[in-house]
């Protein structure tokens, strides 16, 4: 995905996370960018519990043909983005393959029954294990902690979505969409963000 060309046509991507976490302005600015690209871009989003910590996810449908439904058919997901990483899990039991990958920041978010001690959240290890024997390639990026040295928390979202671009979407359309979206005052840490999130990925595939 990038450069105008797609693996496949339509390129079926997710971005999963829980309420709160800035899950749909980030597959909007995908979605954006995308567009910049000529392609058709198709969006789906699905909400759990409406509070804050509720599963969200929004299916991405990309295709240079046509456009296509906004559901993303079970067993059919291309890249799963996960800005929380048990959701990675949760997903690929309906949407995973033998070709699927995960790209997941590594930040976990606790659910009230977790809090309460009436479920215990499984570490890292125990979530890296299965993410890497049911995907093609898995990478985990500590998107949250590298935003909060940048000062703020959200700019996980952006690191994310620079590490999804080192798999191929544009720097120059994200730096558009920023400047349309949130203005020019936010280019500069955004940016920053961004091209932090492609560093991690090349990190992890050098």
Same mark, same amino acid.
């Given at each position: 995905m990038g450069n105008g060309k797609l693996s496949k046509?339509?390129?079926?991507?997710i971005i999963t996370g829980v309420g709160g976490q800035g899950n749909v302005l980030a597959s909007r600015m995908l979605g954006s960018m995308?567009?910049?690209?000529?392609?058709?871009v198709t969006i789906g989003e699905t909400f759990g519990m409406s509070?804050?910590?509720?599963?969200?996810?929004?299916?991405?449908?990309?295709?240079?043909? /046509? #456009?296509?439904?906004?559901?993303i058919p079970h067993g059919k997901a291309d890249m799963i983005v996960a800005l929380e990483p048990t959701e990675a899990i949760r997903l690929l039991n309906n949407y995973g393959n033998p070709e699927v990958k995960v790209l997941t920041?590594?930040?976990?978010?606790?659910?009230?029954e977790v809090i309460a001690g009436e479920l215990k959240y499984p570490s890292l290890e125990e979530i890296a294990e299965p993410?890497?024997?049911?995907? /093609? #390639?898995?990478?985990?990026?500590?998107?949250t902690e590298e935003a909060v040295k940048l000062g703020n928390p959200i700019l996980g979202n952006t690191i994310m979505m620079g590490a999804l671009a080192?798999?191929?979407?544009?720097?120059?359309?994200?730096?558009?969409?920023?400047?349309?979206?949130?203005?020019?005052?936010?280019?500069e840490m955004n940016l920053k963000a961004y091209d932090l999130g492609a560093d991690l990925i090349k990190q992890q595939t050098a």
């Open positions: 046509d339509p390129y079926n991507l995308l567009l910049r690209q000529g392609c058709h509070q804050r910590g509720g599963s969200v996810m929004s299916n991405i449908r990309i295709s240079k043909k /046509s #456009a296509w439904s906004p559901q920041n590594t930040r976990a978010v606790h659910s009230v993410l890497k024997k049911l995907t /093609s #390639a898995v990478w985990f990026i500590e998107a080192a798999t191929g979407v544009e720097r120059e359309d994200f730096k558009q969409v920023i400047i349309e979206t949130m203005g020019q005052g936010k280019l």
